[in-house]
């Protein structure tokens, strides 16, 4: 049965969706069977994966209202064991048809919950707002991923959506948990990197991976190609971070498991 990741900031810019597609490629290289869900009309995860948003037929915006069955809208990817279920602009209606529809705050979860024995991970790229969308996703999730840059009030922006979180495990799924911190762009060259961590250490604990991601260019070129950062340059530091991240996942799981 698989284990849901939510991967949330209602900040941008912060290696959200950096982090749902390198890290759903380094599981799966992993032989871990990996379903990434670009839950973003933004569909960023979908290009960076290899998929032309352009050309699709079906997305997960026609699964969430009941026109395409999950099992139809599975891609496969350049690596064997991650398939992808895109999405494209067309995923903002969802938000405005479900305005007045009761359960609305489900549908994403009743709709993953016949793939989940499929897979091992499943990996939800979240908008960068707690938006419906978002809720669909904690309310889905078994655990929340939540990167957190390495910059100057990234500690600030983060109470909201731990509220945000509170509120989802009171009302809609007591089951969530924080499956972990992702200190992202961290830069060796500064101290407010640095800075950051320790704070994020000191307030967070355990919560916080003992992986960083850092400032790498290679990270931000890889999208423009269609390709994870492994298969775009797996000796990089970033690409070494990922398989490092994915590594520490499984092992944590693999520990609750046997717990």
Do not use: W
Not at 27 to 41: G, I, K, S
Not at 183 to 206: G, P, W
């Amino acid at each position: 049965m698989a284990t849901v990741f939510c991967i949330a900031n209602q900040k941008g810019g912060v290696g959200k969706t950096t982090t749902a597609v390198n890290l759903a490629a380094s599981l799966a290289a992993a032989e871990q069977r990996t379903l990434l869900v670009d839950c973003d009309p933004q569909a960023n995860a979908t290009t960076g994966v290899g998929i032309d948003k352009q050309d699709l037929e079906a997305t997960l915006y026609h699964g969430l209202i009941g026109e395409a069955p999950a099992a139809d809208l599975l891609h496969a990817s350049s690596i064997e064991a991650l398939h992808v279920i895109p999405s494209n602009v067309e995923l903002i209606g969802f938000e405005v048809e479900m305005m007045d529809t009761a359960g609305r705050e489900s549908v994403l979860k009743e709709f993953l919950n016949g793939l989940r024995g499929q897979y091992d991970y499943i990996l939800l790229d979240c908008p960068p707002s707690l938006s419906l969308l978002t809720v669909n996703a904690m309310t889905a999730g078994d655990r929340m991923l939540i990167p957190l840059q390495c910059e100057f009030y990234a500690l600030e922006g983060l109470s909201q959506l731990l509220q945000t979180i509170k509120r989802i495990q009171q009302s809609l799924n007591p089951r969530l948990e924080i499956g972990g911190i992702l200190l992202t762009m961290f830069d060796k060259r500064t101290n407010l990197s640095y800075q950051v961590a320790e704070d994020a250490q000191r307030y967070f604990k355990n919560l916080v991976f003992e992986t960083t991601i850092p400032r790498n260019i290679r990270l931000g070129e890889a999208p423009s190609f269609g390709k994870p950062i492994l298969l775009y340059d797996a000796a990089s530091s970033g690409a070494q971070s990922y398989i490092h991240l994915a590594g520490e996942i499984i092992n944590k799981h693999t520990q609750i498991t046997v717990t």
